[in-house]
């Protein structure tokens, strides 16, 4: 076997230290400048990549988010500037579709909106324009004074570490070789934040069971709060509830890899050519805004979220069905798909947290809660 790239740079340091935590393993699975999974030139979305997100299925969820960025701008006071933050924005299509739906249907705040797409891959980037930036951090803290930061199935992906529950104690679970496989080991906890972290989850865990923690979560949120004088924070990702993310449902975590639209979960094989996730812990994200001066608006799924938005006043009349209204047809199946029942309607949630406003700092009540608010699950 011939190791190049982000397998050869684990096996590395592997010989080095004896063993790596699972989130350093998974930093450099996914982010090695030479050949990482979300550094490389080639695609990872739409039917030719290895998944599809919800800008993928339609049109539509950018339009509706569009409704829902319209709103959000109303409640700070229809600001003069504004500007819209989307963080891990890979090919920048959600915000930039965005931006066009505002042309249309908010043209007031469209003309006085700017975008600022954060991407760390080189690649993705493109060049700026008189209303969109392209970088590669996200600003600096307090550099916005009104606007709204938006992730997209980002959190999911930030380097996890792995935990076991082994005869009343906590392990970690490591990563080493034998031979020229990669294989778990279990040690000590590698730092006391993973500690701390299962305490604050307030859930008991019990013998055998396995979980992730994701550690880069918190101080994310933090940088997203600091980042706003005013403004609201959308996080949109597949996700839990800390109770039933760490339940005895899923004894054995959240743990899942994606390569040419088949799940699977073996992470130690085509290192760099898959994508490796976990449900995110939306309890946590809660908390640690709050700590860092975010309030809750609301917290739901996708459905339920796009929904409350209107997103069924999308759908378009076939009439009497014929040949030519294929399209159309096509086109009401791809707004199901969005807000399906069990898909991902209920597999992705939407968190959205508020911070200070002409009103001062309690959040308002927002049109995607309406349908169904999740928070009280929190």
């Known amino acids: 076997m011939v190791d190049r790239g982000p397998r050869r740079e684990i096996l590395r340091r592997i010989e080095s230290k004896g063993r790596i935590t699972f989130a350093e393993f998974m930093e450099v699975a996914l982010y090695f400048e030479d050949g990482g999974y979300y550094t490389a030139k080639e695609g990872r979305w739409g039917e030719g990549g290895d998944y599809i997100t919800s800008i993928d299925v339609s049109p539509v969820f950018s339009r509706v988010m569009g409704v829902a960025i319209s709103e959000m701008w109303e409640k700070l006071g229809s600001p003069v500037d504004f500007v819209l933050i989307e963080a891990g924005a890979g090919r920048g299509f959600l915000s930039l579709d965005i931006l066009s739906a ?9 003309e006085v909106i700017s975008l600022v797409l954060v991407e760390k891959n080189p690649f993705l980037r493109q060049a700026p324009s008189e209303k969109v930036s392209w970088s590669e951090v996200l600003p600096e803290a307090g550099s916005v004074k009104n606007g709204i930061i938006i992730s997209n199935e980002l959190i999911d992906s930030f380097p996890f570490h792995r935990v076991a529950f082994d005869r009343m ?11 020229d496989d990669l294989v778990d080991t279990e040690g000590p906890l590698s730092t006391k934040e993973i500690g701390r972290y299962l305490e604050e989850t307030e859930v008991e865990f019990i013998e055998g069971q396995r979980a992730e923690v994701n550690l880069m979560a918190g101080p994310w ?8 004088k005013r403004g609201f924070v959308i996080t949109i990702d597949y996700g839990l509830p800390a109770k039933e993310l760490y339940g005895v449902d899923r004894m054995g975590g959240t743990l899942m890899c994606h390569y040419r639209h088949k ?49 069924l006043e999308e759908l378009v009349d076939t009439g009497e069905m014929r040949v030519s209204d294929y399209e159309k047809v096509k086109y009401n199946r791809a707004i199901a798909g969005l807000i399906a029942p069990g898909g991902m309607g209920d597999i992705f949630k939407v968190l959205v947290q508020y911070k200070g406003g002409v009103n001062g700092s309690e959040a308002p009540a927002l049109k995607g809660f309406s349908f169904r608010d999740m928070s009280r699950y929190l």
């Open 102 to 110: 505002l042309k249309v249907i908010k043209p007031e705040l469209y």
């Open 169 to 179: 104690a906590v392990k970690e679970v490591y990563v080493t070789r034998e031979g």
């Open 221 to 228: 949120i933090e940088q997203a709060a600091a980042i706003l």
């Open 263 to 311: 799940s699977n979960f073996t992470p130690y094989e085509r290192i760099g050519a898959q994508d490796i996730t976990s449900h995110v812990d939306f309890t946590h994200l809660c908390r640690r805004g709050e700590k860092a001066g975010l309030s809750l608006c609301g917290f739901t799924t996708q459905k339920n979220f796009l929904l409350g938005l209107g997103i």
